[in-house]
């Protein structure tokens, strides 16, 4: 099993709303990742979790709350979001280590109202 | 901190034609990955290059990473139109953090 499962696909949420964006993967990779793309721009880093313990946080703003409640799994709690914050949330998985290549789920397109 | 860049922005190919992407980064790389995302779709993992002066082929694609492990390139010949996408360079570093390129987009005229 070579997937990154993101749920749900599509979301609309409003800017007073909490949601979570959620994302499993079963390679026994040890290193998740949250990161953000606008529309043709490259995905932007947010987090890094190794070993289920956050270890790169992007200066991303506290109303992105992480979660990595086991080595399967990665959330991201979102509150009092913004419309500039609609975007595709992509979640990736890896290997830790440098030279590892990074498995990418098919993101949560997101848009805040 | 590290700095990615990729050149051209767009890339308008006639099927059949070839065409190069390049891609500079502002630090030495422990390695160079490339990822292709389809329109509405996500990237994934063509190939990693670690060593200096690398070479690597993957059926039409051909990649090279630089002696000074600063650049790279992803040569495609004969574009067909499933070549269609934006290609994206990644720098790898310390703490399993990936700095990606700002992309080549790349649409084919048939």
């Known amino acids: 099993d070579t997937e990154v499962t993101q749920t749900p696909k599509h979301l609309v949420m409003g800017m007073t709303n909490k949601k979570s964006l959620k994302c499993e993967q079963h390679?026994?990779?040890?290193?998740m990742y949250w990161y953000k793309q606008k529309a043709k721009k490259p995905p932007e880093l947010m987090f890094v979790?190794?070993?289920?313990?956050?270890?790169i946080n992007e200066s991303v703003p506290s109303r992105f709350s992480p979660e990595c409640p086991n080595s399967s799994l990665l959330n991201l709690h979102l509150h009092a979001l913004q419309p500039e914050d609609s975007a595709l949330y992509l979640c990736?998985?890896?290997?830790?280590?440098?030279?590892?290549?990074?498995?990418f789920g098919q993101g949560t397109r997101l848009t805040v109202v | 901190g590290q700095q990615v860049m990729q050149i051209p922005q767009y890339q308008h190919v006639q099927e059949g034609e070839d065409f190069t992407t390049y891609c500079n980064s502002s630090?030495?790389?422990?390695?160079i990955q490339w990822y292709k995302q389809r329109p509405g779709g996500h990237p994934v993992f063509l190939i990693q290059?670690?060593?200096?002066?690398e070479v690597k082929k993957q059926k039409r694609l051909t990649f090279q990473f630089g002696e000074a492990k600063k650049n790279s390139s992803l040569h495609i010949t004969a574009t067909q139109t499933t070549d269609v996408g934006t290609y994206f360079c990644?720098?790898?570093?310390?703490?399993?953090?990936?700095?990606f390129g700002g992309g080549t987009r790349v649409l084919v005229k048939p």
């Open positions: 390679m026994g990779h040890r290193a």
């Open positions: 979790y190794s070993y289920e313990k956050l270890s």
């Open positions: 990736a998985s890896s290997r830790i280590g440098r030279n590892t290549e990074a498995f």
């Open positions: 990644a720098g790898g570093a310390a703490g399993n953090k990936l700095t």
């Open positions: 290059l670690v060593k200096s002066g």
């Open positions: 630090t030495t790389l422990s390695n």
